[in-house]
């Protein structure tokens, strides 16, 4: 049974972990190429694009294609609605398997959004002092001309490689991939000065920390909603559910 897992995520690599290993199964994890050096996940392992939702319903025949997992990060909405669009050409049972959202407590001080042209909206009335978490694409949101608004803010970009321009002209980069821990992250926000944070809602362990320690210092986060995802997909919210699900598979298949 040939299992293709649309990866590139924390959860990704651990299911390919999971599954690897089964001679019951080949597994095949599949990364978009956007970060230079990746995490790679045990297994067969392929970067690049397909080529849109035909390409992707192309490869699911030609390389004879049981189950598709879309484990890809939470804001890559538009690969989710190939594979959804790619799977029922292909006919190829399709599972989505999604971190859950972080979910704010007593003591946040969030701003949720829906873009990060909201985010750049919102950020002169809270701060001038940026930490900006959301990675190196999509910063022109936060630079030109038409953004005079944000001329007076000082940002500190994270990512894991290094940004292209447009970006903010007052900015300061730090290549770091996560995890990261609480006291990391309150040190980060103390020697910086940082007065607001901008983060996805990624969800997930790795890069919570960042939370915490905003929350601790009383300095606001301004929060991008998740995009919309493709309806009637079934879902899981862990690697080992999405083992399940395969199993069920192949046990399926063997009558």
């Excluded at 001679?23 to 996940?41: C, F, H, K, M, Y």
């Excluded at 080529?51 to 025949?61: I, M, P, S």
């Excluded at 821990?181 to 890069?207: F, Y």
Aim: proline fraction near 7%; aromatic fraction near 6%.
């Amino acid at each position: 049974m040939h299992v293709l897992i649309l990866g590139g995520t924390t959860e990704g690599r651990r299911l390919a972990g999971l599954l690897a290993g089964d001679e019951s199964l080949r597994v095949t994890s599949s990364l978009a190429g956007r970060v230079a050096a990746p995490r790679l996940p045990p297994g067969e392992v392929r970067v690049g694009g397909f080529g849109g939702a035909e390409g992707l319903a192309a490869w699911l025949a030609e390389h004879h294609v049981d189950a598709l997992i879309d484990a890809t990060h939470p804001f890559a909405g538009t690969i989710s609605f190939n594979a959804a669009k790619a799977a029922a050409t292909a006919h190829v049972p399709l599972l989505a398997l999604r971190r859950p959202g972080w979910v704010a407590g007593a003591g946040d001080d969030w701003h949720p959004v829906g873009s990060l042209a909201e985010a750049a909206r919102a950020l002169p009335a809270l701060g001038e002092r940026v930490f900006l978490t959301t990675g190196r694409l999509g910063l022109a949101a936060f630079a030109g001309p038409d953004r005079a608004d944000l001329a007076a803010l000082w940002f500190l970009v994270r990512s894991v490689d290094a940004p292209e321009p447009p970006y903010p002209a007052r900015m300061e980069v730090l290549l770091d991939r996560g995890p990261f821990t609480l006291d990391g992250e309150r040190e980060l926000l103390r020697t910086h000065r940082i007065d607001v944070v901008v983060t996805k809602d990624s969800g997930g362990a790795a890069t919570a920390p960042k939370l915490v320690a905003a929350r601790e210092a009383g300095v606001p986060v301004v929060v991008v909603r998740r995009p919309a995802r493709p309806e009637g997909v079934t879902g899981v919210a862990t690697p080992e559910e999405a083992v399940a699900w395969v199993r069920g598979r192949v046990r399926a298949r063997r009558g």
